[in-house]
């Protein structure tokens, strides 16, 4: 039986960072907070092969389909390209996680982490697509989409090839909406013209927004002294249309409490508070940011066939979010396809410097990729 995914509960459970007691699931908070996400009626969970080592599809047995009616929860999971060798492999996992799980079918499946390169390329070699939609036939998933990570090109690219797809599911966040490696809002844009549901992972950008530093907070709580700093980001995500369910991987009892809050009496943003955001936005990126205007200018004569536009971009965002991964992640897709030489293969010619219109100093940009994406330790 399909789902009418224009009704999906707002806040989905998303089970990548259950809670754990000395680096082991603690089943038995698991167990409360699935209760109390059912009992405020919401139904939502999603979970993958690769969470928690496994043990997260595992958990969804023991906490979610042992205790509770089938019909009374939805269950997505994700088929991983890094673990595909073979076609064999499809079914192998399919099968895997459908006994980990306990269940006979999934109501959501998911191909895990499109993204320019190694995975897109292994779910079209292995033809995943058309194999989703057999499964879908057989009754196996009742609906059949895709997590994504990557470009915008892409991604209409993909939806082109293959209309059968009934959801996409991408990060999306008010940090991230002019992010030039995440490209939140045109991923956003381009999923709402083609009236294709969004699933909204990373709202809270895996927490940051949730604990900004006191100027931030202030500005929010200004306006809502009453709703606390990662409300704002759920708010924001919820107020866009086209988004069905956003995902939070919560922790603790506290979190699911507060966000459970936010969807049951849920609110727009209002102009003042999405003002508001925009302020949060600027104190944010206060960060100084490299001029680079993508112009490309200093690539066609570089003797090391440096993309030296995409590195900047990179450094740009670390420069953001010291602590975000995904800069390291595109750096590292970057230098590994296409011939693209790495930062360090740079030797100093000033090819680059002589043909750039801002003038910008790019050796020693360079340095500063070397220092952020090559160094060890």
Known sequence: MSIDLSKMPKIGFGLMRLPETDGVIDLDKVCKMVDSYLDAGFTYFDTAYVYHGGNSERTVKE?????????????????????IHSFEDRDKIFEEQMERCGVDYFDFYLLH???DGNN??????????????????????RHFGFSYHGTPELLVKILDKHPEI?????????????????????????????????????????????????ECTEILKSIRPDKSVASWAFRFVGSLPG??????GMTTQEQMEDNMNTFKNFEPLSDEERAAIDKVIEVMFRVEQIGCTACRYCTDGCPMSISIPDIISAINTKRKFPGDMRPQFFYNGLVARDGNGKASDCIECGQCEGVCPQHLPIIEILKEGVEKFESQG
């Open 63 to 83: 906490a979610i389909v042992k205790r509770h009616p089938r019909d009374s929860f939805t269950l997505a999971t994700k088929l991983p390209a890094w673990s």
């Open 243 to 248: 988004v069905t369910t956003i995902l939070s």
């Open 113 to 115: 982490s499109i993204e």
């Open 166 to 214: 009934e959801f996409v599911q991408i990060q999306l966040n008010y940090a991230d909406w002019d992010n030039p490696l995440v490209h939140s809002g045109k991923l956003y844009q381009i999923l709402s013209e083609r009236n294709i549901p969004i699933i909204v992972m990373e709202p809270c950008k895996g927490g940051k927004l949730a604990n900004h530093d006191e």
């Open 120 to 141: 897109y390329d292994t779910y079209e070699k292995f033809d995943c697509f058309n194999w989703g939609i057999q499964k879908r036939a057989e009754g196996k998933i």
